[in-house]
C-alpha cells in the first residue's frame, strides 16, 4: 500500500503561481511512477501530468504544457506539482496518484484525498 497526501491548494487569482505537493507513505515511493489530476465540478478526472520512477520521463496534459511542471524528490518521498499562469479553468480539486507503471489515464493504482484549486478572474 502506498497512501498519498495532498497539500498546497488554494484560492489564486488569475496568472498566479501554485505549489501542490503529494507526501507518500507506505511501499517504496521511488518504485513507482506519480501523476497528478483533477476534476473540476460536473466534469470527469482528466490527468494533468506524470513523471516516471526515476523523473527521467514526464508527459502533460496539452492544456498545461509550459504553465505547470511535475517533480519529485525521491528521498523526501514527496511529489510537486508547480503551477505557473493559473487560469479560472484550472479550477478543481487535484489529486496526486502513484502506479507501478508509467501512464496517462487515470488507472493508478493508489490515490489521495485531493486538494482545491480555485483561480479567480
Known amino acids: 500500500q502506498v497512501q498519498l497526501v495532498e497539500s498546497g491548494g488554494g484560492l489564486v487569482q488569475a496568472g498566479g503561481s501554485l505549489r501542490l505537493s503529494c507526501a507518500a507513505s507506505?511501499?517504496?515511493?521511488?518504485?513507482?511512477?506519480m501523476g497528478w489530476f483533477r476534476q473540476a465540478p460536473g466534469k470527469e478526472r482528466e490527468f494533468v501530468a506524470a513523471?516516471?520512477?526515476?523523473?527521467?520521463?514526464?508527459s502533460y496534459a496539452d492544456s498545461v504544457k509550459g504553465r505547470f511542471t511535475i517533480s519529485r524528490d525521491n528521498a523526501k518521498n514527496t511529489g510537486y506539482l508547480q503551477m505557473n499562469s493559473l487560469k479560472p479553468e484550472d479550477t478543481a480539486v487535484y489529486y496526486c496518484?502513484?502506479?507501478?507503471?508509467?501512464?496517462?489515464?487515470?488507472?493508478?493504482?493508489?490515490w489521495g484525498q485531493g486538494t482545491q484549486v480555485t483561480v479567480s478572474s
Open positions: 496518484a502513484a502506479n507501478r507503471i508509467f501512464a496517462t489515464t487515470v488507472g493508478y493504482d493508489y
Open positions: 507506505g511501499r517504496t515511493f521511488s518504485s513507482y511512477a
Open positions: 513523471i516516471s520512477w526515476s523523473g527521467n520521463t514526464r
